[in-house]
């Protein structure tokens, strides 16, 4: 009988390269993962691996066991997941989650600090969305968070994936209450925004593609004076008076009496959904954060209608 554990390991080393990343992935020793992987060769009867300079391919034996691993996993999952749901159908045990650091911020905090299930632990990974949505599909996380391509239609999931949209995020220009952009009604024209002196996330991020896509029919290059990642070292400059900047809401820690923020004509936008894999369709655990996910995106499209309003006044 093959062990799930060595097959699982076989997946993760086909689907990334080498023992070493296999391992940290799983939360093993590359030893661990190489002994996996001998078993189950023994079981089998032929080898499963190959080197290739400094990491490993699979032999076309292999490969065939690791194109039907995700089979196995998704069966003994479906079996798993039954038996919790008409266990007690109380969300219970450990759910991993993995999600890129706005929607923790924004999305999960707020989410997890009001879940009314004492026997749930969830645990929470930082990952960009490409990382996150292995991770589900390896399982390695249950759960992930993640947004399309700077607007761009997302590439299509697996079969063995389902995804749920959760929230749909937007950029808005917050500057000094002191700042010349101040005055002029909202929501602010593109060609307004030209000639101000600007902080935006470096490049490489979602946030500098979407105020690269702001200019991008500007006749002169914009004004950029900082290049910063985090979001609250953007306001402390832009507190200055001096610059602006262009931040997602989800990203928006609180302005405070100096700052305000204000909504452009054309403002960038990034659908953000939950990913599972089906074979967890019946888990309580992850039935329970979508559902604590919905009401709180009800809210905050009230409370973000409410604060457009206000800048419009």
Known sequence: MIEVGALRALRSVAALG????????????????????????????????????????????????????????????????AAKSVSAGAPRGTLRVAAFSTAIRGLLAPVLARLPHPELRVEVTEQDPGEAL???????????????????PPSPLPPSLAQRWVHTDVGDV????????????????????????????????VCHQWFRRLFANAPVEPDVRHLVDDFATQLSLV?????????????????????????????????????????????????????????????????QSSRASSALA
Do not use: M, N, Y
Not at 134 to 152: I, N, Y
Not at 182 to 203: I, M
């Open 18 to 81: 080498t023992l070493a990343r296999a391992a940290e992935e799983l939360g093993f020793t590359a030893s661990a993962v190489s002994q996996q992987i001998k078993r189950l060769e023994r079981q089998l009867g032929v080898p499963v691996l190959a080197p290739a300079g400094r990491g490993v391919v699979l032999t076309p034996a292999g490969r065939a066991i690791a194109d039907s691993a995700p089979e196995v996993f998704q069966a003994l999952e479906r079996c798993a997941e």
């Open 134 to 152: 292995h991770g589900v599909g390896a399982g390695a996380a249950d759960l992930a968070l993640v947004h399309d391509a700077d607007g761009l």
């Open 174 to 205: 917050v500057l000094s209450r002191t700042h010349p952009l101040a005055r002029l009604e909202a929501p602010l024209e593109e060609a307004a925004l030209a000639g101000h002196a600007w902080v935006t996330s470096p490049p490489g991020t």
């Open 239 to 303: 507190a200055s008076g001096q610059v602006v900047a262009l931040i997602p809401r989800l990203a928006r820690p609180p302005l405070g009496e100096a700052l305000i923020a204000r909504p452009v004509r054309r403002p960038p936008k990034r659908e953000i959904h939950a990913v599972w894999r089906r074979s967890a369709e019946a888990s309580p655990a992850i039935r329970a954060v979508l559902t604590a996910l919905a009401p709180a995106e009800a809210g905050r499209r009230d409370r």
